[in-house]
């Protein structure tokens, strides 16, 4: 039963968060498509790309985060019966330290750096927020 409701749900909310990411970079990726020769398998390839990108470029990554992050949420949320919070707060340490290895690996602008460290948490909190079982207090059920 606990891997069911703890162990499940942190390792499909985590998949399913870091394919989400993948599938939203490569929908930048073709609209700042990358110079001929860019191997995305080869660090210092990807690099030299990482830093010809533009701003607005960044943005996209950043609201790919954010809305991978919410879906996240709500998968390990729902599969975790919407009864714990734990499962979801898991998977955003997850894809916030997975970022952070893109922090160390990849050029990139300190802004976009900072605002991705801060992009996953609370973002996969919110998804849980959104489909967590609502507890009834005291007062209401006296009522009914």
Not at 26 to 51: N, R, W
Not at 116 to 133: D, E, T
């Amino acid at each position: 039963m606990a891997i069911t409701k703890h162990v499940l749900p942190v390792v499909v909310g985590a998949m399913a968060g870091m394919i989400l990411i993948t599938l939203g970079k490569s929908g930048v990726y073709l609209k700042y498509p990358p110079p001929a020769g860019t191997d995305f398998y080869e660090a210092d390839s990807l690099a030299v790309y990482m830093k010809l990108l533009p701003a607005p470029a960044f943005a996209l990554f950043l609201a790919d985060y954010v809305v991978c992050s919410f879906i996240a949420g709500i998968i390990c949320t729902l599969i975790a019966q919407r009864s714990s919070v734990v499962p979801a707060i898991a998977v955003g340490i997850t894809l916030t330290l997975s970022g952070m290895y893109y922090i160390f690996t990849m050029p990139q602008p300190v802004w976009y750096s900072l605002a991705s460290m801060f992009a996953f948490l609370p973002f996969v909190y919110l998804g849980y927020l959104s489909v967590r079982k609502k507890q009834l207090n005291a007062a209401s059920e006296t009522l009914a």
